[in-house]
């Protein structure tokens, strides 16, 4: 079967902020190999640049997959081999915890997967709509999937940042996968909850639809400062392109 020739148009940005004194956020987009990922630190634990660092740097060391099922099990023994530096880092310095949340973005052929830890967020925009594709792991996030709050107060909750997965903070790494067909034109947000704190879906859609990758970054960047930025924030978009294909659709890949 023929594949579609395919590109990415993406684009990126991060910034300090206007509140922190150094950008703990690190993000890698690699294009060729069907990558692209953002790691913010901890805030209020040691070395959150260290760690995020530290898994972007685990992660571009990937190398060229031959298939989806390659892609997805070399981003997991990465993210793995990282989580062990940090934790054998962590145990060095009294068990302090040094950790990162991480969102990441998969593609090969005409198929996506995202892997996730953390509130690191993952969106797509598909027909006019956007979509969020990860789940956030925090605390008020599970309040609410049990129904201990509503959406309502899950909005207002205090402390709602709370993360209850992260790299580098349990001896294992507690990921989430989701995977599906890519369609023309879809376009994928991967970014730090410095972005959502100050932006809506709505916004992103928004902006998104209205201009280039770049350009969508560079925008909801320059938004989220003008409504005071109190973290770092990372944002990285990246659309789908195709030229049609001989054949029809591919099947799942990632298994």
Same mark, same amino acid.
């Given at each position: ?10 684009? *990126? ?10 950008? +703990? ?8 190999? !069907? ?7 901890? !805030? ?22 031959? %298939?989806?099922? +390659?892609?997805?099990?070399?981003? +997991? ?40 830890? !953390? ?52 001896? *294992? ?5 989701? %995977? ?21 879906? +709505? ?8 201009? !280039? ?43």
């Amino acid at each position: 079967m023929q594949l579609p020739t395919a590109l990415f148009e993406t684009g *990126s940005g991060t910034h300090v902020g206007k509140v922190r004194q150094h950008n +703990e956020d690190r993000y890698l987009v690699m294009p060729d190999f !069907g990558l692209w990922a953002v790691a913010d630190g901890m !805030g209020g634990h040691e070395s959150g640049d260290y760690a995020s660092e530290t898994i972007v740097e685990a992660l571009s060391a990937i190398g060229q997959p031959s %298939s989806a099922a +390659e892609l997805l099990s070399r981003t +997991e023994q990465q993210i793995a081999a990282a989580n062990a530096r940090l934790r054998a880092v962590s145990q060095k310095r009294g068990d302090k915890i040094i950790g990162a949340t991480l969102a990441v973005l998969l593609s090969y052929d005409q198929h996506y997967a995202c892997v996730w830890s !953390g509130d690191s967020r993952i969106y797509v925009v598909r027909d006019g709509a956007i979509t969020q594709l990860s789940r956030d792991h925090t605390e008020v996030q599970e309040l609410l999937a049990e129904g201990a709050i509503t959406e309502a107060e899950a909005r207002t909750w205090p402390k709602s940042n709370v993360v209850t997965r992260a790299i580098g903070v349990f001896d *294992s790494p507690q990921l989430e996968l989701i %995977s599906g067909p890519l369609q023309d034109g879809d376009s994928f947000i991967i970014c730090s909850d410095g972005l959502t704190q100050h932006v809506s879906d +709505e916004e992103i859609l928004r902006c998104v639809s209205a201009n !280039g990758s770049q350009q969508a970054c560079d925008a909801l960047i320059a938004l989220t400062l003008e409504r005071g930025a109190t973290d770092n924030v990372t944002v990285v978009v990246t659309r789908y392109l195709t030229r049609p294909a001989a054949d029809g659709a591919a099947t799942d890949l990632w298994e």
